[in-house]
């Protein structure tokens, strides 16, 4: 059996600065080694809803290549903003601003576009749809996988994931990247 692969050293930076910060709720390795393969598929904008202390970011970020590409990303809470914008101080291809997910509105179209399925109504596919660009990429995560359909969560029709699964403006499918985890990747077409 082998070692996992080694840590970006921007992810590696992003681990340390939300541990100095007490933030434990960050985009898993799995999540984020998918999101690194994305970005280096993308050029444009790309960005990041939610970014917490960056590690979301930082995965993103470790993906990207040459300077045809460029990640912002909003964080509401200023104090984890702050910790955030230390990683990338010194990187002009990443912005993070500190505000609500609205103040990107005017930044896109994304070609890529990272979201937590924690708030299903800030992030259901129509609050979305025209923020990405055609052939852009919509990253969900935070899934528990589910094998029936409709997919239930908790006792109740999961009804972001339908809708993101369903909806005629994207292509998606819905990936497990650990044995308790999941995440959706849409393809606006």
Do not use: H
Not at 58 to 77: F, K, M, Y
Not at 147 to 156: D, F, H, I, N
């Amino acid at each position: 059996m082998s070692a996992p692969p080694e840590l970006p050293d921007v992810v590696r930076r992003a681990f340390e600065v939300s541990r100095r910060a007490g933030y434990v709720s960050f985009c898993r390795n799995e999540t984020g080694r998918l999101l690194a393969t994305l970005a280096a598929t993308r050029e444009g904008t790309m960005a990041e809803f939610g970014t917490g202390c960056g590690v979301g970011t930082a995965w993103l970020r470790s993906g990207v290549r040459g300077e045809d590409a460029r990640i912002v990303t909003a964080e509401l809470d200023p104090r984890l903003a702050r910790a955030a914008s230390e990683i990338f101080v010194d990187d002009p291809l990443v912005e993070v601003l500190a505000a609500d997910w609205s103040t990107l509105l005017d930044k896109g179209p994304f070609s890529l576009l990272f979201l937590d399925s924690g708030q299903p109504g800030e992030v259901g596919v129509d609050a979305i749809a025209d923020l990405v660009a055609d052939g852009g990429i919509v990253v969900l995560d935070d899934f528990a996988p589910c094998e029936q359909w409709p997919p239930v969560t908790y006792g109740r029709v999961d009804v972001l994931r339908e809708q993101w699964l369903t909806d005629p403006r994207f292509t998606a499918v819905e990936v497990m990247v650990a044995s308790d985890a999941s995440t959706i990747i849409a393809t606006k077409r």
